[in-house]
């Protein structure tokens, strides 16, 4: 079935430092695929989206490209700040079914 | 002016008891989800409604029952709480069945002791 996988956490950066958090999926189409983030005691917020293949969806200075050559949407960020530490979900939707999300990706940013 | 409002935020129950969770969406969003968070953040999709009807059941436990009045809101009632019913549920509501995402509520932690 559809599914997405994403690369274990957690990750831990120096405030300032390059993120990168891969994601790829298994979809018998072309799905819509997100990013969302999950701050502490808080629920998931879209980060951003891509609905076709080469689309780039881009918020808060991240950055994911959704490549079918690859079947990957991976989380880029140039420089990260404290504030960014969260859960990142990875997640894609097809065919209108249900959000099928990854396993989350824990990062924490250190000043 | 909140989007998606669960309620409440924390329920802390004995083993055995029902309980139940309220969800409200003012996005005029046509499809409602809950989700399941287990204590390693994997999310699982329990139930959606669209436009009040259910469209899907996931292999969830009887014991939880989905009900909407109205497309604005879903509730999930749950009967004979178990240990392993303790979690963060949340809501969560989408136009076009998901196509643009999802909105999510804050959640509610829920733990049985």
């Known amino acids: 079935g559809d599914s997405v996988t994403q690369m274990e956490g957690p990750v831990t950066l120096s405030e300032e430092a390059f993120l990168t958090i891969n994601c790829t999926y298994t979809?018998?189409?072309?799905?819509?695929l997100f990013w969302y983030v999950q701050y502490p005691g808080e629920g998931l917020q879209l980060l951003l989206k891509?609905?076709?293949?080469?689309d780039k969806g881009s918020n808060k200075g991240f950055e994911a490209t959704y490549r079918k050559e690859t079947t990957s949407f991976h989380l880029e960020k140039g420089s990260v700040q404290v504030s960014d530490s969260a859960v990142y979900f990875c997640?894609?939707?097809?065919?209108?079914?249900?959000?099928?999300f990854g396993a989350g990706t824990r990062l924490t940013v250190k000043p | 002016d909140t989007a998606v409002s669960q309620t409440p935020k924390y329920l802390v129950t004995q083993m055995g008891n029902d309980k139940s969770i309220k969800c409200e969406q003012n996005?005029?969003?046509?499809?409602m989800y809950w989700y399941k968070q287990d204590s390693k953040k994997f999310l699982k999709i329990m139930f959606s409604?669209?436009?009040?009807?259910?469209?899907i059941n996931e292999t969830v436990p009887n014991r939880f029952s989905p009900k909407s009045p109205d497309k604005a809101h879903l509730n999930l009632h749950i009967n004979s709480l178990e240990l392993g019913d303790s979690a963060v549920y949340f809501c969560?509501?989408?136009?076009?069945?998901?196509?643009?995402?999802?909105?999510f509520g804050s959640g509610t932690r829920l733990t049985v002791v």
């Open positions: 996005l005029g969003h046509d499809t």
């Open positions: 891509a609905t076709k293949a080469d």
């Open positions: 969560a509501s989408s136009q076009d069945q998901g196509y643009y995402g999802y909105t």
């Open positions: 979809a018998t189409g072309y799905p819509s």
């Open positions: 409604y669209n436009n009040k009807e259910l469209i």
């Open positions: 997640a894609l939707n097809y065919n209108n079914n249900d959000m099928r």
